[in-house]
Each structure stands twice: as C-alpha cells, then as structure tokens.
C-alpha cells in the first residue's frame, strides 16, 4: 500500500541502506527506481501496478529481516506467502541478493502483462466447499488460495467469479474482493511460463541454511528453488494453511 514502510525507512539505517542496496540491483534489470517509487506523493504512487509492488514488498521484507538480525532476532524456520517466498527463500540461504533480485523482477514484470484479465477475491469457506461453490465454473474460476481452515481465495475470469461471490454473499457467506485486477495462481498465468522459466533459467540456488517451509509443496522443501519451482509458485495455489500447519 502506499506509504509502507515509511517510518522505518526514515528512521532505521540498516533498514534503508538494505533498501538502497536492492535499488542498485534492481535499476538496472527493471528500468525504474525503487526508492523513488517507495518515497513518491500518493497521487503519484504506482504501488497498485504488481511490477512495482511485489519488488517493493521483497525490499521491504528483506530490509527488515535484516533489522532483526541486527537486533539479534534470527528464525528457526522461514515461510513466505506467494510473492512473499522470494524474500523468505533469501532469509534461508538459498540465493545471493543479486538472483533473489532476479526473480523478483522478473516475477513482477511477467505477471503485470496479464493486468486486467481476472480478478480474486477471499471467502470464509473451507476450500472443500469452496470448490463446490465453483462448481462448472471450475475451468475459469480457481481456488488460488489456502489461508486458512475456514478461509480461502478464489480466482479467475471476472464474469464467473463475481456471479459466484455475488451468490456466496447473498447466502451470507463472509467475501472481501482484493482490490487487483490479477488472477493469480490460476489459468490466466499459463501464457508467461516460458518466459518466466527461461529467464531466470541462470539463478543458482544453494542448499538452504534454515529450513524452508514452502507454500508451494505446503511443508518443508529441501529441492532446488529453481526456475521451474518459481513457475509452480506463480500458478500452483498458495498452501498457506497447511504449510503453517
């Protein structure tokens, strides 16, 4: 959201010289500047464009994981939620600053072309219902999310989804629409897998130092984080729940 970050960014410096790090590193690779997207006027801000979000929210997560090392708080275990994985695949020793940087970008990039297309929205069901609330609509609408036991996201083609939630609400189910115009983790990101694998098809994960729970598998994943991990991430529901489980 605009404005995140703010305060710690002005007030702790280990916090903004992280931020600046990332900046050298992603300028260049994505032709725009991180910290002048981060300090920009609210009626200026591009932080609802997913290229510019996902790598603010990464330089933001990083940023701040260094902070608390600095204070001595260092994790046991690392989970990230979706985009949030990239961060927490950095916590955990599996990629230098440099390849997290990468695939965070280029995440970003990929996923802003499919602007417009759907939408998601969270509904107070458990995921079994949820499915059957989709029904045969199931080739266009997707349970892209598993938050929690009784909560989930769903996501797809706008006309399908809306007239699902609008049913699900009158029913008097719980539904709050994310305010995106995305369809993640559903059938509207199968145009980008090419070249999201092929681009980030030189990152070098190493084996990870804390143990990664991933959201992808939903428990802890000591495989290669590798560009065909990153394409599951993108479209694969986030299992959320059961890996917080």
């Known amino acids: 959201w605009w404005a995140m970050g703010r305060q710690v960014l002005e007030g702790e410096p280990i916090f903004r010289v992280t931020v600046h790090e990332i900046d050298c590193l992603l300028g260049p690779m994505a032709g725009w500047s991180l910290w002048e997207e981060l300090v920009r006027d609210e009626d200026d801000s591009n932080i609802n464009r997913t290229d510019i979000a996902q790598p603010a929210i990464f330089a933001l997560q990083v940023a701040m994981t260094r902070l608390w090392q600095s204070w001595g708080v260092h994790p046991a275990k690392v989970i990230g939620h979706s985009v949030g994985e990239v961060a927490a ?3 955990a020793g599996v990629y230098s600053l ?3 940087v990468k695939i965070i970008v280029e995440r970003a990039r990929l996923q802003h072309t499919t602007h417009g297309m759907g939408r998601m929205v969270a509904v107070g069901l458990p995921v079994d219902e ?3 609330a989709i029904g045969s609509d199931a080739g266009r609408v997707h349970v892209a999310v598993l938050n929690g036991p009784s909560l989930v996201t769903l996501a797809g083609d706008s006309e399908p989804l809306e007239r699902i939630a609008g049913r699900l609400e009158q029913e008097g189910c719980f539904v709050s629409w994310l305010r995106i115009p ?3 983790h559903t059938h509207q990101m199968d145009p980008i ?3 999201l694998r092929s681009s980030l098809a030189d ?3 190493r084996p990870a130092s804390i143990p990664f729970i991933s959201t992808v598998t939903g428990g802890e994943l000591n ?4 560009a065909a991990y990153w394409w599951r991430n993108v479209r694969q529901p986030v299992q ?3 890996a917080i489980a």
Not at 223 to 226: A, E
């Open 203 to 205: 990152i070098r994960p």
């Open 98 to 100: 440099a390849d997290a």
């Open 182 to 184: 995305y369809a993640f």
């Open 193 to 195: 897998e090419k070249e």
């Open 89 to 91: 695949a950095y916590a």
């Open 130 to 132: 949820a499915r059957r």
């Open 240 to 242: 959320f729940a059961p």
């Open 223 to 226: 495989g290669p984080l590798d």
